[in-house]
């Protein structure tokens, strides 16, 4: 099945329900309050989708969104941005691709970050490769979506507030579909 911005919101919509790891949001709820927040810091288009879609990954590899607790690591980085790639292209793709290496990236460049993680952030860190050594962060210091991946990282540890109210998903649906219609003129 070719993916489209229609499949992604339909996935989303249609999937999204669950509960996000041991937090008090949604799937949803929580790519919603991504892209709020994403959108509120003026980060650009194609970052707000990557922050509404980042997480798509869970969705696209199945249902649970809490294999941490099992031991196992989804990848959801690498499927998310396989799927996303091919419809947005690597200033969605990207960001999304490294947003799991930018929590590794943090916890090994500042110590503290760590406590400020939720506890199934912290359960998936160890599985995802735990904290960067020296040598990884200045391998990650070059890479070209650096700083949004951070910034998406960033915003991932704080999309996590129970009962907060945020724009509905259809709210981003268009910006979608004019950064799809962008890539696919490019390609």
Same mark, same amino acid.
């Given at each position: ?55 798509? $990954?869970? *969705? ?6 809490? @294999? #941490?607790?099992? /031991?196992?690591?989804?990848?959801? =980085? %690498?499927? &998310? ?33 760590? $406590?400020? *993680? ?6 998936? @860190? #160890?599985?995802? /490769?735990?904290?960067?050594?020296? =040598? %990884?962060? &200045? ?49």
């Amino acid at each position: 099945m070719q993916l489209t911005t229609g499949t992604v919101f339909d996935l989303m919509a249609n999937r999204g329900t669950g509960l996000y790891g041991l937090s008090a949001v949604t799937q949803l709820e929580h790519a919603l309050q991504s892209a709020a927040l994403a959108h509120q810091r003026q980060l650009g288009d194609a970052l707000v989708i990557a922050a509404l879609l980042h997480d798509v $990954g869970h *969705l696209v590899v199945g249902e649970d969104v809490n @294999l #941490a607790a099992e /031991g196992i690591d989804d990848l959801h =980085e %690498e499927a &998310a941005a396989k799927a996303l790639v091919g419809i947005y292209g690597s200033g969605v793709a990207e960001p999304v691709r490294l947003h799991v290496a930018a929590k590794r990236y943090l916890c090994g460049a500042n110590p503290d970050y760590y $406590g400020k *993680l939720s506890q199934d952030s912290k359960d998936s @860190l #160890a599985l995802q /490769g735990g904290p960067m050594t020296a =040598e %990884e962060i &200045a391998a990650f210091d070059r890479l070209e979506h650096r700083s949004a991946a951070l910034a998406l990282r960033i915003i991932d540890d704080e999309a996590k507030v129970a009962g907060l109210t945020t724009p509905p998903l259809e709210t981003y649906r268009a910006m979608a579909a004019r950064l799809e219609a962008a890539h696919h003129a490019r390609v």
